[in-house]
């Protein structure tokens, strides 16, 4: 079954290949897939993680997923990604943050710099905002109930050359 949903996978995206992905590279790479079970015991199903790389730049890249299983159903991976604005003290990016206010959280498909877990069933990424990468947002999801939930959001707006976020989302979902 694993080769029928990888195939189904890619035929899939190459059909419906989302506006910020790159052509599909159809050269001898092989496309990163990851196992798991949805569902629960009585229910459950097996199915594929299926990456589709889409840009590539000086620092960051992203991503796309899509679920294939056993059973040849082939959906779109979405994750919640909040959105917010960074207010500084005085309005001077170099004075330090005031605030850090979400204002919403569109599910979104393209996942910045991704790294998959199986074992805990974790998606993250960490958008850097410059290369030097002391500036970025953080987010963690967690599969669960067929599904990407976010557990962990954080965000370093000081441009300070440090690592200090302000985390705005810790939980656990087990």
């Known amino acids: 079954w694993r080769a029928d949903a990888l195939k189904k996978a890619q035929d899939y995206h190459a059909a419906n290949l989302p506006p910020l992905c790159v052509e599909p590279d159809t050269s001898e790479r092989e496309t990163a897939s990851f196992e798991l079970q949805v569902g629960e015991e009585t229910a459950a ?39 917010f604005d960074v207010n500084y003290v005085g309005g001077e990016e170099s004075a330090g943050v005031d605030t850090i206010v979400v204002y919403e959280t569109p599910y979104l498909r393209e996942v910045v710099n991704p790294s998959y877990d199986p074992p805990s069933r974790t998606m993250s990424e960490r958008n850097k ?46």
């Open 129 to 174: 905002w410059r290369g030097l990468g002391d500036a970025y947002t953080e987010t963690r999801w967690q599969f669960k109930n067929g599904k990407f939930e976010i557990t962990y959001f954080a965000v370093d707006a000081t441009f300070d050359g440090k690592d200090d976020p302000i985390v705005l989302i810790e939980r656990d979902i087990w």
């Open 45 to 83: 199903r097996q199915a594929l993680i299926v990456e589709f790389p889409c840009q590539i730049g000086a620092y960051s890249q992203t991503a796309v997923y899509l679920l294939s299983d056993q059973q040849g159903t082939v959906s779109q991976i979405v994750f919640p990604s909040p959105k």
